[in-house]
């Protein structure tokens, strides 16, 4: 049998390509994978010089907002934020615990980068609803029951707890139940939940139990709250009451389905 003409084998060379070509076509894809490694590689490395090692992206400055009685001096002070360092190795979190650890009367914190020099520091601070005495000064207490700070003089429009709380008598089993710890934090409720103009107004939140807590407002009037339960509905209890009856002198919303009012 013949085997295949020079014609034939010419027409098979240019159907399949043959071994010189094929090793060139492998050798364009080898170049072409590592000049894209190196590129890769370069920009990796040119990217973690302008975030780490050049001057760019540095820290320069610290602005603070949302202070009231603390000073932005004191809150950075205490942030630490390590001016002059990479913007992206700065721990945020960590300036943040470390915010309200140092400073208790910080609520809640917001550290932020602001590129390309910035890191940002967004304060609230806590609000008193409840004043403890504690010698000649006045602890500040939050509507969590916080004790935040201890301050010299009272706040304006802040009550003082007052505890009457017998220990003898019907109200020693209210005492020997709940406790002091849980009296004042039924007070620091109630206080919390009072309605805006009655707080500015109430001088102090008197305990005699954890049923009979009463407010003392500045004009003399008094009210009746009861335990500090269903804080929400005497609110609203009362601040009809005292629409309705403004001339009355004592209210008792200890039932707030039921209030009441008296001129004495």
């Known amino acids: 049998m013949a085997g295949p003409t020079t014609r034939e084998r010419g027409e098979r060379q240019q159907e399949s390509p043959g071994p010189p070509l094929v090793q060139r076509i492998r050798r364009l894809q080898l170049r072409r994978i590592v000049i894209l490694a190196v590129a890769v590689v370069l920009v990796g490395a040119g990217s973690v010089w ?11 400055r610290v602005p603070v907002s949302g202070t ?6 004191e809150v950075r002070d205490a942030a630490g934020v390590p001016v002059g360092a990479p913007m992206v ?37 806590r609000t008193p609803v409840l004043l403890v005495r504690k010698g000649g000064n006045f602890v500040e207490v939050d509507r969590r029951g916080v004790r935040f700070a201890t301050v ?18 019907p109200a020693a089993a209210s005492l020997r139940r709940f406790g002091t710890g849980r009296l004042v934090r039924e007070a620091v409720r109630v206080a919390g939940e009072l309605p805006g103009p009655v707080g500015r107004l109430t001088r102090t939140v008197q305990v005699r139990s954890y049923d009979d ?12 709250w009861g ?5 929400r509905a005497k609110a609203r209890a009362l601040t009809a009451l005292m629409k309705a009856a403004s001339g ?11 209030p009441a009012s008296s001129a004495s």
């Open 50 to 60: 302008v975030l780490y090692g050049s001057s760019w992206l540095r820290v320069e």
């Open 68 to 73: 009231r009685m603390l000073t932005p001096a």
């Open 89 to 125: 190795s700065v721990d945020t979190d960590v300036i943040a615990a470390r915010l309200r650890r140092k400073l208790p009367r910080i609520d809640t914190v917001d550290v932020s980068r602001s590129w390309p020099h910035g890191i940002d520091l967004k304060v609230t601070e």
């Open 152 to 169: 010299a003089e009272a706040p304006k429009g802040v009550p003082l707890l007052r505890m009457s709380v017998s220990a003898s008598g």
């Open 213 to 224: 807590i009463r407010l003392e407002l500045a004009d003399g009037r008094t009210v009746a």
């Open 227 to 231: 335990s500090g339960e269903n804080g």
């Open 248 to 258: 009355a002198r004592h209210f008792d919303v200890s039932v707030p389905t039921a």
